[in-house]
C-alpha cells in the first residue's frame, strides 16, 4: 500500500509562507485534501480540492490565506500557505477526502514562532 508524502514544512515567522508538497500516488481521480494536527488537538481537515481542481473547500480559519491546488499529471496536490499564524504550527499531512486510514503519511511540521 503506497502512502502520500509529504515535503515543504519548516520553521517560518508569523506573517510568512511556505508551500507543502503531497506526492499522492494514485490518486489522480480521488478528491484530495490537506490536514494537520497540532499538539494535544485532533486532527482537522484544512483544505480539499476535488480530481480535477474545480472544487476547493477551507476552513474558516484559513480562508484567504491558504490555497490548495494539484497537479493531475504529476500526481501531486499542493498547499500554499501565506500569512502563516502561531496557531497554524501543527503537523501536515495530505489524504483522500475522506481519508483512507492506509494512506497517512508521516506529515511534515509547519512552526509559526519567532
Known amino acids: 500500500q503506497v502512502q502520500a508524502v509529504e515535503s515543504g514544512g519548516g520553521l517560518v515567522q508569523p506573517g510568512g509562507s511556505l508551500r507543502l508538497s503531497c506526492a499522492a500516488s494514485?490518486?489522480?481521480?480521488?478528491?484530495m485534501g490537506w490536514f494537520r494536527q497540532a499538539p494535544g488537538k485532533e486532527r482537522e481537515l484544512v483544505a480539499s480540492?476535488?480530481?480535477?481542481?474545480?472544487?476547493?473547500y477551507y476552513r474558516d480559519s484559513v480562508k484567504g490565506r491558504f490555497t490548495i491546488f494539484r497537479d493531475n499529471a504529476k500526481d501531486m496536490v499542493f498547499l500554499q500557505m501565506s500569512s502563516l499564524k502561531p496557531d497554524d504550527t501543527a503537523v501536515y499531512y495530505c489524504?483522500?477526502?475522506?481519508?483512507?486510514?492506509?494512506?497517512w503519511g508521516q506529515g511534515t511540521q509547519v512552526t509559526v514562532s519567532s
Open positions: 494514485g490518486r489522480t481521480l480521488s478528491t
Open positions: 480540492i476535488v480530481w480535477n481542481g474545480r472544487m476547493t
Open positions: 489524504n483522500t477526502n475522506p481519508p483512507d486510514s492506509r494512506y
